[in-house]
Nanobody, 116 residues
Framework: QVHVVESGGGQVQPGGSLRLSCVASGGIFSMYGMAWYRQAPGKQRELVANISNGLIADYSDSVKGRFTISRDNAKNTVYLQMNSLKPEDTAVYYC??????????WGQGTQVTVSS
C-alpha cells in the first residue's frame, strides 16, 4: 500500500509561482513513476507532467516551458515547480504514483488558484 499526500497549493496572482510537493510513502519510491494531474471545475482530469523512475520527464503542451517536475528519491518526494502562472492553471492538482505491476495510487489533491 502507498500513501500519497500533496501540499503547496494556494492562491497566487497571474505571473506568480508556486511549488507543489507530493510525498509517496510505502514501498520503494525510486521504482515508481510519478505524475501530476489537474482538474478544473467542469472539466476532465488532465495530465500535467510525469517523471519516470529513470528521471525522464514529459509535459503537456499547455505547461511546457513554465512548469518543471522533479523528484528526490531520498525524500520519497516529487515536486512541481510552476512559474508564470495563468488563470487557466486554476485547478485541483493531484499526484499519481504508479507502482510497476502493483497499481496506481492518488493523493487527495491540492487547490491552486491563479487570480488577481
Amino acid at each position: 500500500q502507498v500513501h500519497v499526500v500533496e501540499s503547496g497549493g494556494g492562491q497566487v496572482q497571474p505571473g506568480g509561482s508556486l511549488r507543489l510537493s507530493c510525498v509517496a510513502s510505502g514501498g520503494i519510491f525510486s521504482m515508481y513513476g510519478m505524475a501530476w494531474y489537474r482538474q478544473a471545475p467542469g472539466k476532465q482530469r488532465e495530465l500535467v507532467a510525469n517523471i519516470s523512475n529513470g528521471l525522464i520527464a514529459d509535459y503537456s503542451d499547455s505547461v511546457k516551458g513554465r512548469f518543471t517536475i522533479s523528484r528526490d528519491n531520498a525524500k520519497n518526494t516529487v515536486y512541481l515547480q510552476m512559474n508564470s502562472l495563468k488563470p487557466e492553471d486554476t485547478a485541483v492538482y493531484y499526484c499519481r504514483c504508479q507502482r510497476p505491476f502493483l497499481g496506481t495510487y492518488w493523493g487527495q489533491g491540492t487547490q491552486v488558484t491563479v487570480s488577481s
